[in-house]
């Protein structure tokens, strides 16, 4: 089993290969502007990145830092990276349709679903979607539903998985067990 | 060396004392007072303000430039914290999924998650 994990991350890695950044524009989603969760969420994050921010944000990445090094491999050839995450005080506070909205977007032609992953015990839901245009993956949305939190991330551009795992360790992420160890 | 009397003549006729006309020294004074009531013809603005005016587009620049390069790095900054922060969630959410896909994998806990 561990084998099939280590062959379908392969797969990801393989399908995320750099691509021309033209083919990237529909890969953006029209993310809501989600008034209603803001107004009840304790915490709220929202970014938005597009290229000219990432390419002066990746001026002030000091290359010394092992964080910001490893942010720096993983930006390359990324035009776009968006993100909305709240957090609540109660289960489930989040209303379902502006989640639906994002996902009848990424029912459109080009986007595929990568990972489906429910979880009943920790009563999360997890979808990865690419976006892939000739052979190419051009986009990624991740969609998370925590109990008392909701993420929505959509990144542009060419995107290596490899490179987002090298971040692990650096913002406190567990280390993933990518390859096979029989 | 013998003099000419006839010139000598002719210059006592030309410098012979002659009093001035009826109010010559008033009109000699009137005329030093309308010069000095008259205003003063100003020097261009230009000549008289160009150092200042120079000195201050110097340092209205300068002052500039810096501002423009603190709001830069103010938001080179804060655009790379909000990266460094997108890359944390991103990869928070890509460890989720995967950790739901090894439970899914795990036979112990197949019943817990599905993938």
């Not at chain 1, 084998?3 to 995320?16: G, K, P, W």
């Not at chain 1, 506070?93 to 996902?103: G, I, N």
């Not at chain 1, 060419?158 to 490179?163: A, C, G, P, T, V």
């Not at chain 2, 460094?84 to 991103?90: D, F, G, I, P």
Request: hydrophobic share 45%.
């Amino acid at each position: 089993m561990r084998a099939r994990i280590s062959c379908l991350m392969a797969l990801v890695i393989l399908a995320l290969l750099p691509q021309q950044a033209a083919l990237a524009a529909d890969a953006k989603l029209a993310l809501p502007s989600f008034q209603a969760l803001e107004s009840k969420a304790s915490e709220t994050v929202s970014i938005t990145l597009d290229s000219p921010l990432i390419a002066m944000a990746a001026r002030f990445l000091d290359s010394d830092k092992p964080e910001d090094a490893a942010a720096r491999r993983a930006i390359a050839g990324i035009t776009g990276i968006y993100v909305r995450s709240f957090t609540f005080d109660s289960d489930f506070a989040y209303p379902k349709a502006d989640v639906d909205s994002v996902r009848r977007q990424l029912s459109a032609p080009g986007w595929q679903q990568l990972v489906q992953v429910h979880s009943r015990k920790e009563r999360n839901d997890v979808d990865v979607y690419i976006r892939v245009e000739g052979n190419r993956a051009n986009g990624l949305a991740i969609i998370a539903s925590e109990p008392r939190e909701f993420t929505i991330v959509n990144i542009v551009g060419s995107i290596d998985l490899q490179k987002l795992h090298e971040l692990e360790g650096h913002f406190g992420i567990p280390q993933m067990d990518l390859t096979d160890k029989k | 060396m013998p003099v000419n009397p006839d010139l000598e003549q002719q210059l006592r006729e030309a410098l012979r004392r002659v009093d001035p006309a009826e109010g010559f020294a008033e009109r000699v004074q009137a005329r030093i007072e309308r010069e000095r009531l008259r205003p003063q013809r100003p020097r261009p603005a230009l000549y008289r303000w160009a150092p200042q005016a120079l000195a201050a587009a110097l340092l209205m620049a300068a002052l500039g430039l810096y501002g423009w390069h603190a709001q830069r790095e103010r938001q080179g900054l804060e655009a790379r914290q909000q990266l460094l922060e997108a890359l944390r969630v991103t990869g928070q959410k890509l460890d989720l999924a995967y950790r739901g896909v090894k439970d899914a994998a795990r036979p112990a806990t197949a019943g817990d998650a599905g993938a």
